[in-house]
């Protein structure tokens, strides 16, 4: 049973007033008017205060957190990853058999897992992906026939059947990178010492690309920039009726080593790694196509010019072609390139193109069909949106002043697709169907005031639909095609049992508005306000991430850290600024090549608004970001000495030419050809200027953003004589985190600002 909570209707209505009247000042006169979520039901629990102890214990307040759902081949089963009560971190494989309607764990990874240690390359790889935390089962594959699921785990692969049975298929200290099934179930395929690898399921595999290579040469991976940047995790793709392979092989004999000090608690640790910094030559690549044994093998025309990338690979559906997405370096063009399986002779089927001042948006949003046709992503027209090419004309099937955000599934005989987009608002995604054979305006098929994420089967069948809204923690559930809910997979209902339960009494809600920037264009923000009082002044947890592709802002759960936080008396407060994702290409170009100025300018509005309410103390705000993030506390700080009360740095970029070519030169050109914009963007030279107090954290083994990045920052700094403070993490990557780790993250913060006189609570 749920209960309401009187004096929080009383508290919003306060909230309200207070809101609107710091609107006042002619400058933000233009804002909409801001709306308040209703407050979180509050279940039958004991209530309890929200410590940073149990923010990061578990079971996970969030409740259950599935990850890689997945249906059959058949759309019998649906499968995940599962994380458990006792250790949110580690994961086992679990299917809903839709016919039973129940649940069974299908692989227990504390029971079958060796514990063995991941090769380096294969923990590196996990880094990447922004996994390298997890433990257990990360990942899986469904075979074609859907009998049976691949399952790598500790460095090893297994064949899980639905009857429970599991069958080992490696045991090797090296590990296999890459693992996957061929579509027809004959094969079982992998990485290995940067050599692909081929073998009968059951049977031996067997390297099938040549031996005696340097060893700077790699086969069927995919390189550094792919993997942290493209999304690109792979190398090597199996034809529909895997007859023959297609493999990348890139050679990084060019590509300039750094070391990386990875520094630990009781040693150090120096990889030699080769990372292709901004302005250094990237890696030598080459597509082949092969049959399963290695033999047949020809190279595919990728042209004369070497100094490309190539983003994406796929087969046509019947076989008959390759497509390659060839990116210029400047990534201002792609040439989609069909490819003669056979010969290797190549042909350009489209070019796409950037617009003036912009660059161009790597994207998974397409499918080649099987008429021949391609259902494509683009931003020709300003927005992200539905291309179909037929017969060599194009025809655009969404448009408007909004961005489809997925390609979620096509029904080609019913000529019908399924996509996620920001129709009805920035701030909330949702799932739409739109009848591409005959025209008309995107469906909606799912319910507002919640943000959706989902996936569907190969056929478009089924949908897996993930969402969440402020007041409630993520949900899973299965639709048909029209939307209709047919059964929850994790409905997480914060009930009387729920994890959240015991702290909901202090839920706050979450405030949502625009304000006006320079250029009168709206940015969008979230606010969470503390219990208050009148008359009383409250400081701002100002947090702030600012990069490119990333939207902070969103109509979805927060996490009960920001909960934690306001508990102690802070204001949450982030907003979106010129930069970030799915606002269209004018509104994100404005960084190009001179990144650390507009964005910076717009968090200040945000901060200039905030200073004209009556219960905000405008001598306590501070400022809280982590990597690009970090890199806009440093930036913010230099920019306007004085008009902060702090900042925390965490892993910033301090200067963009230690950092990889593909991101970089992506917004902020060649740094050859474009010094001065360089200059501009670093957070070194104006590091002088930085007069309020500095907080620096980082990890000591960060491969991401290298500690090079802190270290010069602090030379530059003690050099200048600027007090700064500093927290640093050995053996720690680029993602300080963990039970224990985030408790002392975040009490560090507190006592710092504390410290500094941004203690929490109203005066």
């Not at 089963?77 to 009560?85: F, I, M």
């Not at 935390?133 to 090893?156: F, H, N, R, T």
């Not at 060019?254 to 990875?262: E, L, M, S």
């Not at 060649?670 to 070194?684: G, Q, S, T, V």
Request: proline share 6%.
């Amino acid at each position: 049973m749920f209960r309401f909570s009187a004096s929080r209707a009383v508290s919003g209505a306060f909230l309200m007033a207070g809101l609107m009247a710091g609107t006042a000042p002619a400058a933000f006169a233009q804002m909409a008017q801001p709306v308040v979520t209703a407050p979180m039901d509050v279940p039958a629990a004991e209530q309890r205060p929200l410590t940073l102890e149990r923010v990061f214990a578990s079971p996970a307040l969030d409740g259950p957190g599935p990850r890689v759902p997945r249906l059959s081949p058949d759309g019998r089963y649906l499968t995940v990853l599962r994380n458990r009560e006792d250790d949110r971190e580690r994961y086992d494989l679990w299917a809903f058999d839709r016919e039973a309607n129940a649940w069974s764990m299908l692989v227990d990874s504390e029971k079958l897992g060796s514990g063995r240690e991941l090769s380096e390359a294969e923990k590196m790889q996990r880094e990447r992906a922004r996994i390298g935390s997890l433990k257990g089962i990360v990942a899986y594959e469904w075979s074609d026939d859907g009998q049976s699921i691949l399952v790598p785990l500790d460095g090893d692969l297994y064949l899980a059947r639905l009857d429970g049975t599991v069958r080992r298929l490696t045991d090797s200290e090296a590990g296999e990178l890459n693992p996957a099934l061929s579509p027809e179930g004959r094969y079982l395929s992998f990485v290995r010492d940067g050599r692909l690898f081929v073998g009968d399921v059951g049977a031996e595999a067997e390297a099938v690309t040549p031996p005696d290579e340097a060893e700077t040469v790699h086969w069927g991976e995919a390189e550094f920039v792919a993997q942290e940047e493209m999304g690109r995790d792979t190398g090597y793709w199996w034809s529909p009726d895997e007859r023959r392979i297609a493999v990348l092989r890139f050679d990084e004999a060019r590509v300039g080593t750094v070391q990386r000090t990875a520094i630990g608690a009781g040693s150090t640790k120096v990889y030699e790694q080769r990372y292709p910094a901004a302005g250094t030559p990237n890696v030598e690549i080459a597509l082949y196509v092969m049959d399963p044994d290695g033999s047949d093998r020809v190279r595919a025309d990728l042209g004369e010019n070497d100094d490309i990338y190539i983003t994406r690979v796929d087969w046509a559906p019947d076989g008959s072609a390759i497509f390659a997405q060839r990116q210029n370096r400047a990534q201002t063009r792609m040439d989609m390139l069909r490819i003669d399986p056979a010969t290797g002779a190549s042909t350009v089927l489209f070019t796409e193109k950037a617009a003036e001042g912009h660059w161009l948006n790597q994207t998974s949003n397409y499918r080649f069909l099987k008429d021949g046709s391609l259902i494509w992503w683009s931003e020709r027209d300003g927005s992200g949106h539905l291309y179909r090419l037929a017969d060599g004309a194009w025809t655009q099937l969404t448009d408007g002043d909004w961005v489809v955000t997925g390609l979620l599934g096509v029904d080609e005989a019913a000529g019908r697709l399924w996509l996620s987009g920001t129709k009805d608002g920035v701030l909330e995604n949702h799932v739409y169907a739109l009848d591409y054979a005959g025209g008309g305006a995107p469906v909606r098929l799912t319910e507002e005031g919640y943000s959706h994420g989902a996936r569907m089967d190969k056929d478009a069948q089924a949908l897996i639909v993930t969402r969440s809204s402020p007041n409630q923690p993520p949900q899973s559930y299965l639709a048909d095609n029209a939307g209709t809910r047919l059964t929850w997979l994790v409905e997480n209902r914060v009930d009387a049992d729920h994890p959240y339960a015991p702290f909901a009494a202090s839920h706050r809600p979450a405030i949502f508005g625009t304000i006006p920037n320079e250029n009168a264009t709206p940015l969008y923000y979230k606010m969470i306000l503390p219990e208050m009082e009148q008359g009383k002044r409250y400081p701002v947890w100002f947090s702030h991430y600012g990069g490119p592709h990333a939207q902070v802002v969103s109509r979805s759960w927060g996490g009960a850290l920001q909960q934690a936080i306001v508990d102690k008396g802070y204001i949450w407060f982030e907003i979106d600024n010129r930069g970030s994702a799915n606002r269209g290409v004018d509104f994100e170009k404005a960084i190009y090549r001179s990144m650390g100025s507009v964005e910076v300018r717009d968090q200040k509005t945000g901060a200039e608004w905030l200073k004209t309410l009556d219960y905000v103390d405008p001598d306590r705000i501070a400022i809280d970001g982590w990597s690009y993030g970090g890199y806009m506390t440093l930036k913010m700080l230099e920019a306007d000495p004085g008009f902060y009360a702090a900042g925390i740095s965490g892993a910033p970029v301090t200067k963009w030419e230690l950092y990889d070519t593909h991101y970089t030169e992506r917004y902020m050109g060649d740094p050859r050809e474009l010094p001065d914009a360089y200059a501009a963007a670093n957070a070194i030279a104006d590091a002088g200027k930085i007069a309020d107090p500095l907080l620096l954290i980082h990890g000591l083994s960060d491969d991401n953003v290298v500690f090079d990045n802190s270290s010069a920052l602090i030379s530059a700094m003690q050099e200048g004589g600027v007090p700064f403070e500093m927290m640093l993490y050995p053996g720690y990557t680029h993602r300080v985190s963990g039970p224990v780790i985030s408790v002392h993250r975040y009490e560090t913060a507190l006592r710092f600002l504390e410290a500094n006189g941004v203690p929490g609570g109203g005066r």
